[in-house]
């Protein structure tokens, strides 16, 4: 059975970095692109950025452009998010998402492109 499992979140200070872990099973992983979102209270989830199977393409939403660094060990079935000088405004549940193919639709952040999904985890920004 296909699973998607967060971890790595938690409550940082302003200017901190974190890193996001997502596990995958019950597939190849290296067959699939992989992508991250997040979802603020009261906010629509957004897709914030996308692995092709290689690592050899990613996408970046504007508002965490240059802040995070998306990367993939496929022979550990693990897809990262490293977030890099966190604001306020990046507290969110972060899920990672299984893509429909092995590359990034468009800019990856349509979510009907993806087809299972993990459960999130949290990240606060808080001073």
């Known amino acids: 059975q296909v699973q998607l499992v967060e971890s790595g979140g938690g409550l940082v200070q302003p200017g901190e970095s974190l890193r996001l872990s997502c596990a995958a099973s019950g597939f190849t992983l290296a067959y699939y692109a992989i992508g991250w979102f997040r979802q603020a209270p009261g906010k629509e989830r957004e897709g914030v950025s996308c692995i092709s199977r290689t690592g050899g393409t990613t996408y970046d939403a504007d508002s965490v452009k240059g802040r995070l660094t998306i990367s993939r060990d496929n022979a550990k079935n693990t897809v990262y998010l490293q977030m890099h000088s966190l604001k306020p405004e990046d507290t969110a549940v972060y899920y990672c998402?299984?893509?429909?193919?092995?590359?990034?639709?468009?800019?990856?952040?349509?979510?009907?492109?993806?087809?299972?999904w993990g459960q999130g985890t949290q990240v606060t920004v808080s001073s």
């Open positions: 998402a299984r893509g429909g193919h092995y590359y990034c639709v468009g800019d990856g952040r349509a979510d009907y492109e993806y087809d299972y």
